[in-house]
């Protein structure tokens, strides 16, 4: 019980892995932002081709999973804590700041672990979003090559710039 308080820390520390899911806060924030800016960045569907298809990086997410679930424990863990820490009852003016200090550290690594896995979800999302707007891209690409070989030209949709829609127009014959 010791070696698990030492590294989960207990009641009266911050637990020291609260500086990794920090770092890790800060890195799928930065994933989020990236991947969701509304402008054009050549590389980011790319990006997301290469983690979903690699197989090197398929090792990735397997161990992008294991942190989730291991900061799913380690929330579960704090909430039971919290949850013994307010059931104490203080004596005297020492041992009640100690617990109010106490409650503002579990409860400052209760908001950034229940951050870190929310962003986790929508970091997942956001890259699920991107690969399934990739291939109705090829596919829309596909359709509009398959309707200029037999001989008509896709109506562009004014306002949707670069994008190919609506209705089908023949070729004008000269």
Same mark, same amino acid.
């Given at each position: 019980?010791?070696?698990?308080?030492?590294?989960?820390?207990?009641?009266?520390?911050?637990?020291?892995?609260?500086?990794?899911?920090?770092?890790?806060?800060?890195?799928?924030?930065?994933?989020?932002?990236?991947?969701?800016?509304?402008?054009?960045?050549?590389?980011?569907?790319?990006?997301?081709?290469?983690?979903?298809?690699?197989?090197?990086?398929?090792?990735?997410?397997?161990?992008?999973?294991?942190?989730?679930?291991?900061?799913?424990?380690?929330?579960?863990?704090?909430?039971?804590?919290?949850?013994? $820490?307010?059931?104490? =009852?203080?004596?005297?003016? +020492?041992?009640?700041?100690? #617990?109010?200090?106490? /409650?503002? !550290?579990? %409860? @400052?690594?209760?908001?950034?672990?229940?951050?870190? $896995?929310?962003?986790? =979800?929508?970091?997942?999302? +956001?890259?699920?979003?991107? #690969?399934?707007?990739? /291939?109705? !891209?090829? %596919? @829309?690409?596909?359709?509009?090559?398959?309707?200029?070989?037999?001989?008509?030209?896709?109506?562009?949709?004014?306002?949707?710039?670069?994008?190919?829609?609506?209705?089908?127009?023949?070729?004008?014959?000269?």
């Amino acid at each position: 019980m010791v070696f698990l308080e030492g590294i989960f820390g207990n009641e009266f520390d911050a637990s020291p892995l609260m500086t990794a899911v920090t770092y890790a806060l800060i890195v799928e924030a930065t994933g989020i932002i990236f991947l969701s800016l509304p402008f054009q960045i050549k590389f980011r569907r790319t990006l997301a081709e290469l983690i979903v298809t690699s197989p090197v990086l398929s090792t990735l997410r397997i161990v992008f999973l294991t942190t989730c679930g291991f900061l799913s424990f380690m929330l579960a863990d704090n909430i039971l804590r919290l949850q013994r $820490l307010n059931a104490r =009852v203080p004596t005297n003016v +020492v041992t009640a700041e100690n #617990l109010h200090a106490s /409650r503002n !550290r579990l %409860q @400052r690594d209760l908001f950034i672990l229940a951050s870190t $896995l929310f962003c986790a =979800v929508v970091l997942y999302q +956001v890259e699920l979003l991107l #690969l399934r707007m990739g /291939r109705y !891209r090829k %596919q @829309r690409n596909a359709l509009a090559d398959q309707v200029r070989s037999l001989g008509a030209e896709p109506v562009k949709v004014l306002g949707l710039e670069g994008a190919k829609g609506g209705k089908v127009i023949p070729k004008k014959r000269q």
